[in-house]
């Protein structure tokens, strides 16, 4: 199972989650583990998520989200686990 | 599991520190385009080159999207095309017509640079090597996106003299050519001693008759990326300096390894190699040069500028070969002049020169690179310029390039202006003395000792 790696970076505001979690509830995405912190001042969110199952390619996905982010006033990235387990990991 | 500080470091070293992959490169044999005529030849290396590399860009782009990682350029090097077109070209033009063909060959698959517009003549030029060479300025001139090169010297066959002569001249036509853009013509051109089969990067890139048939190469980048890290180790002993390049290094070159792989699975051809080059742009934060000054110095090509590139150079390569089985090409910084703002900066306030670049070169690649000279200097000059390079590069065991441009009617003090990732370029001064003598005997300049190893 390939696992997609969602970040969500910006100013904090409510319902940021809700409405990611929503999208991916729709999307048929299964959340596998979520995690945030404050750097700087800023909200930071990574989600793992299992795409298998969704309803959408993951190029959809990553566009879709890119727009959800725009409205929202956050940056969302969609992105393999792969780049961060070479980098981090022998 | 990955954790989120982890995530957050690498989407840092993306958007804000410039870490990217700076090329693809699909190596593509011409050695099976062979026919009786030149056109034939042409409608051969067409359709091989539109068939290889017809998902080579698109590819390119699913893998930047899925990972999050852009992939700058999209390229693709040939055989040395004095190979390819030796049995069939009987004059300069005929080498023009298949400059051409692999201009439109370029357009069609929509790379943005073509390389392998070459010959390697490190002994001697064979008459098909020879019309090659003469062919150059006209064929880059007549072309937006063929790239050049001429492998003039080895450590194993010495530096061939008669070559060196002959491409001063050929720099000159390039550049009177091309005068109308800054001498534009003579950026894709690049002079090698020692000049390796599978470099990705250009202008200096060619399929080697030692490699197979289609392959991917992967040059990566990040001099941004090694600059912020070292922010971060500001004042602490050469020790901690050097584990925190080659950590840096490391990490650049496992993305590198990574999109290699990807690339190499979804176009179904073999992956090759990772060039480990540090390569800079003229974006703010991507120089090779702030990383120097970051080191310890004012501007780059003040005194300790070539031990602490020497230090840098062999941190970047400690680091990289634990990333990938497969390291290769040029492999080490690359210090442009045009390429890179901060380098620039040194030039114009007087703390760099033509005499220290040289000097720069010796510990790292490659070699005198996007150097902008006076357009009325001599031919003889160019070659001597270009012979010291090869020196260097023949004695060292390693591999040194010249990539000098005469800018036409411009002269110290002015700025050449190339444009995107060519950057501009101050007009360096050259030494006025002569080497007229020198440049025109004939013959080579036989191998050095230490290449009798059997």
Same mark, same amino acid.
């Given at each position: 199972m390939k696992k997609t790696i969602l970040t969500v970076v910006g100013k904090d505001s409510v319902g940021i989650i809700a409405k990611v979690c929503t999208y991916l509830a729709e999307n048929k995405i299964n959340i596998l583990d979520i995690s945030q912190t404050i750097v700087q001042g800023f909200f930071n969110m990574m989600m793992i998520v299992d795409t298998n199952e969704a309803s959408k390619s993951l190029d959809e996905i990553s566009d879709d989200l890119d727009k959800i982010g725009e409205e929202i006033g956050v940056r969302i990235q969609v992105q393999l686990e792969d780049i961060f387990n070479m980098m981090h990991r022998l | 599991m990955i954790n989120i500080n982890e995530v957050i470091e690498t989407n840092k070293m993306i958007l804000e520190e410039n870490l990217d992959v700076r090329t693809i490169t699909m190596g593509i044999s011409l050695l099976d385009c062979k026919a009786d005529t030149v056109e034939k030849v042409c409608d051969k290396i067409y359709a091989k080159i539109t068939d290889r590399a017809k998902n080579l860009v698109s590819v390119g782009q699913e893998i930047e999207k899925e990972y999050g990682i852009p992939i700058v350029n999209k390229r693709i090097s040939v055989t040395p095309i004095a190979l390819v077109g030796g049995g069939v070209c009987e004059t300069t033009k005929d080498f023009v017509k298949i400059a051409k063909t692999l201009d439109k060959a370029a357009k069609e698959v929509g790379v943005n640079l073509i390389g392998g517009y070459s010959a390697l003549v490190s002994k001697a030029m064979t008459p098909a090597d020879k019309l090659l060479i003469e062919s150059i300025p006209e064929a880059l001139a007549s072309t937006d996106r063929v790239c050049s090169s001429v492998n003039?010297?080895? &450590?194993? &066959?010495?530096?061939?003299m008669d070559a060196v002569r002959l491409i001063g001249e050929i720099i000159l036509q390039t550049a009177e050519l091309t005068k109308e853009q800054d001498s534009l013509g003579c950026i894709k051109f690049v002079v090698f001693c020692n000049a390796p089969d599978d470099n990705p990067f250009m202008a200096g890139a060619f399929l080697g008759v030692t490699e197979g048939d289609t392959v991917i190469n992967v040059g990566v980048s990040g001099p941004g990326v090694v600059k912020k890290a070292l922010e971060s180790v500001r004042g602490a002993d050469f020790e901690v300096l050097c584990e925190t390049i080659k950590k840096t290094a490391f990490k650049v070159t496992r993305v590198g390894q990574l999109v290699a792989q990807e690339a190499s699975k979804r176009l179904g051809y073999p992956f090759g190699i990772i060039d480990l080059s540090l390569a800079p742009t003229p974006a703010v934060g991507d120089s090779i040069a702030e990383i120097l000054e970051e080191i310890g110095l004012e501007y780059a090509g003040a005194p300790g500028t070539t031990a602490a590139l020497a230090m840098l150079n062999d941190q970047v390569k400690k680091g990289g070969i634990m990333a990938s089985s497969y390291v290769g090409g040029l492999s080490g910084a690359f210090i442009p002049v045009s390429e890179d703002q901060r380098m620039i900066d040194a030039v114009q306030a007087g703390a760099l020169t033509l005499e220290k670049l040289e000097a720069m070169t010796c510990v790292c690649s490659v070699g005198l690179d996007m150097i902008a000279v006076p357009g009325d200097t001599k031919a003889t000059t160019l070659s001597g310029i270009i012979a010291d390079e090869m020196a260097i590069g023949m004695i060292n065991q390693k591999t040194t390039a010249v990539r000098i441009i005469p800018v036409i009617g411009k002269t110290v003090g002015d700025v050449a202006e190339f444009g995107g990732l060519f950057g501009t370029a101050p007009v360096m001064p050259v030494n006025q003395f002569s080497c007229d003598a020198f440049i025109n005997r004939t013959g080579r300049i036989p191998a050095p000792v230490h290449s009798f190893k059997n």
């Amino acid at each position: 199972m390939k696992k997609t790696i969602l970040t969500v970076v910006g100013k904090d505001s409510v319902g940021i989650i809700a409405k990611v979690c929503t999208y991916l509830a729709e999307n048929k995405i299964n959340i596998l583990d979520i995690s945030q912190t404050i750097v700087q001042g800023f909200f930071n969110m990574m989600m793992i998520v299992d795409t298998n199952e969704a309803s959408k390619s993951l190029d959809e996905i990553s566009d879709d989200l890119d727009k959800i982010g725009e409205e929202i006033g956050v940056r969302i990235q969609v992105q393999l686990e792969d780049i961060f387990n070479m980098m981090h990991r022998l | 599991m990955i954790n989120i500080n982890e995530v957050i470091e690498t989407n840092k070293m993306i958007l804000e520190e410039n870490l990217d992959v700076r090329t693809i490169t699909m190596g593509i044999s011409l050695l099976d385009c062979k026919a009786d005529t030149v056109e034939k030849v042409c409608d051969k290396i067409y359709a091989k080159i539109t068939d290889r590399a017809k998902n080579l860009v698109s590819v390119g782009q699913e893998i930047e999207k899925e990972y999050g990682i852009p992939i700058v350029n999209k390229r693709i090097s040939v055989t040395p095309i004095a190979l390819v077109g030796g049995g069939v070209c009987e004059t300069t033009k005929d080498f023009v017509k298949i400059a051409k063909t692999l201009d439109k060959a370029a357009k069609e698959v929509g790379v943005n640079l073509i390389g392998g517009y070459s010959a390697l003549v490190s002994k001697a030029m064979t008459p098909a090597d020879k019309l090659l060479i003469e062919s150059i300025p006209e064929a880059l001139a007549s072309t937006d996106r063929v790239c050049s090169s001429v492998n003039v010297g080895s &450590t194993k &066959t010495g530096i061939n003299m008669d070559a060196v002569r002959l491409i001063g001249e050929i720099i000159l036509q390039t550049a009177e050519l091309t005068k109308e853009q800054d001498s534009l013509g003579c950026i894709k051109f690049v002079v090698f001693c020692n000049a390796p089969d599978d470099n990705p990067f250009m202008a200096g890139a060619f399929l080697g008759v030692t490699e197979g048939d289609t392959v991917i190469n992967v040059g990566v980048s990040g001099p941004g990326v090694v600059k912020k890290a070292l922010e971060s180790v500001r004042g602490a002993d050469f020790e901690v300096l050097c584990e925190t390049i080659k950590k840096t290094a490391f990490k650049v070159t496992r993305v590198g390894q990574l999109v290699a792989q990807e690339a190499s699975k979804r176009l179904g051809y073999p992956f090759g190699i990772i060039d480990l080059s540090l390569a800079p742009t003229p974006a703010v934060g991507d120089s090779i040069a702030e990383i120097l000054e970051e080191i310890g110095l004012e501007y780059a090509g003040a005194p300790g500028t070539t031990a602490a590139l020497a230090m840098l150079n062999d941190q970047v390569k400690k680091g990289g070969i634990m990333a990938s089985s497969y390291v290769g090409g040029l492999s080490g910084a690359f210090i442009p002049v045009s390429e890179d703002q901060r380098m620039i900066d040194a030039v114009q306030a007087g703390a760099l020169t033509l005499e220290k670049l040289e000097a720069m070169t010796c510990v790292c690649s490659v070699g005198l690179d996007m150097i902008a000279v006076p357009g009325d200097t001599k031919a003889t000059t160019l070659s001597g310029i270009i012979a010291d390079e090869m020196a260097i590069g023949m004695i060292n065991q390693k591999t040194t390039a010249v990539r000098i441009i005469p800018v036409i009617g411009k002269t110290v003090g002015d700025v050449a202006e190339f444009g995107g990732l060519f950057g501009t370029a101050p007009v360096m001064p050259v030494n006025q003395f002569s080497c007229d003598a020198f440049i025109n005997r004939t013959g080579r300049i036989p191998a050095p000792v230490h290449s009798f190893k059997n």
